[in-house]
């Protein structure tokens, strides 16, 4: 444990264990956070970790404070990371922003938990998306097991670092609290992406110049370079733009850091599909209810129901083309949510009314069992 594992071995750990894990794998050297169950061990286990890795660790008074640190690590070039759960990703939400418009590349580990207790939910889909100011694009994964916990972790700050851009790590109370079997590979066979790093003569700078794929090289602060980062629309130079003088200036503020991300939405997409080919009904799920729509598809399919199970790991952006073609090819949609039916409006609006899309919601800190989802599939196929 005090260095990243570097033989290929098999480990039983905590979903929260194997975020750390996936944190220092994917390069993360800063953490910043605050206690909040369930997903506290984050923070208590990298308390330990980032000493040993040659990272730093801060406890701060709160997660607005987690947040804005994570970020000024950021811009210092750090990979870095905060974690919370839902009443604590409320408070971070003008930071997400504020990162969202300097574009400064963080993780930020979210553990749903139901008000007031630690049993998992769903409800706060839709904030992971909509919850800041003004117009942006998030990337969010949701994680389906303890290995996934790790892999996406690291898949997390590589999205991070190629579009300079926060990304939302969803971990369900049940996934941050369950133990499970983790494969971690060598490090040097674990695929990393780090910024594009400023170069040139100081002076000669744009820090918001992009490229065709619109995200900018990023300096460091300490190497000379002078950047104004701050929460309004900026030119290439970083000064704040004048919506009565320079109207299009904003539209195209917006149209790059939002175009960095929906133009590359089918590359960020991240899903599984199991007997699509064939199916007249689908499930399509998220999180950990995965596990039990791919149970009750598979027995729905022992009795004959030509089911289809789909499982979304990028939830933002929305993956619009796989989700078009689930709608296209099948008759009916049957979404399981732990919450009162939130993301199943986003398969409604993709749907225009070819697929019948039926929300099946739950929110009384259990998630679905696959009897649940198959009564469902059979009502359904009748």
């Given at each position: 444990m005090k260095r990243f594992r570097k033989i290929s071995r098999t480990?039983?750990?905590?979903?929260?264990?194997?975020?750390?894990?996936?944190?220092?794998?994917?390069?993360?050297?800063y953490f910043a956070g605050y206690p909040i169950t369930p997903a506290s061990e984050i923070s208590e286990?990298?308390?330990r970790r980032m000493p040993e890795v040659g990272g730093r660790f801060i406890q701060m008074e709160d997660e607005m404070g987690s947040i804005f640190s994570v970020i000024g690590a950021s811009l210092a070039g750090a990979k870095a990371m905060t974690a919370t759960a839902s009443a604590g990703f409320n408070y971070m939400q003008e930071g997400i922003g504020l990162a969202v418009t300097i574009e400064a590349p963080c993780v930020i580990v979210d553990v749903p938990r139901t008000r007031q207790d630690i049993q998992p939910t769903e409800a706060d889909i839709m904030q992971m998306k909509w919850g800041a100011s003004g117009d942006y694009e998030i990337i969010c994964l949701v994680a389906s097991s303890v290995q996934e916990a790790f892999d996406l972790t690291i898949e997390a700050f590589n999205f991070a670092e190629q579009y300079r851009n926060p990304v939302v790590l969803i971990s369900e109370a049940n996934i941050s609290h369950m133990r499970g079997r983790v494969e971690i590979s060598e490090q040097n066979k674990i695929k990393l992406v780090n910024r594009k790093p400023a170069k040139g003569p100081p002076e000669e700078y744009l820090p918001f110049r992009a490229g065709e794929n619109g995200v900018p090289a990023m300096s460091r602060f300490g190497e000379g370079f002078r950047v104004l980062y701050t929460h309004n629309p900026h030119d290439e130079r970083g000064h704040i733009l004048d919506v009565e003088s320079d109207p299009n200036g904003y539209e195209k503020f917006y149209d790059r850091i939002c175009g960095k991300i929906t133009r590359d939405a089918d590359k960020i997409a991240r899903f599984e599909t199991r007997f699509l080919d064939d199916a007249d009904l689908a499930i399509v799920s998220y999180g950990t209810e995965s596990t039990s729509a791919l149970e009750s598809v598979i027995r729905a399919r022992s009795e004959g129901i030509k089911a289809a199970y789909v499982k979304l790991t990028t939830v933002w952006p929305v993956p619009e083309k796989l989700l078009k073609e689930v709608t296209e090819k099948v008759k009916k949609i049957i979404v399981p949510e732990m919450n009162m039916g939130?993301?199943?409006?986003?398969?409604?609006r993709i749907s225009c009314g070819e697929a019948h899309v039926v929300p099946l919601c739950k929110n009384?800190?259990?998630?679905?069992?696959?009897?649940?989802?198959?009564?469902?599939?059979?009502?359904e196929s009748r």
């Open positions: 480990h039983f750990m905590l979903g929260n264990h194997a975020i750390v894990e996936g944190a220092i794998a994917a390069g993360c050297r286990i990298m308390s939130k993301y199943v409006n986003e398969i409604r009384n800190g259990k998630m679905h069992s696959p009897d649940e989802i198959l009564e469902r599939i059979r009502s």
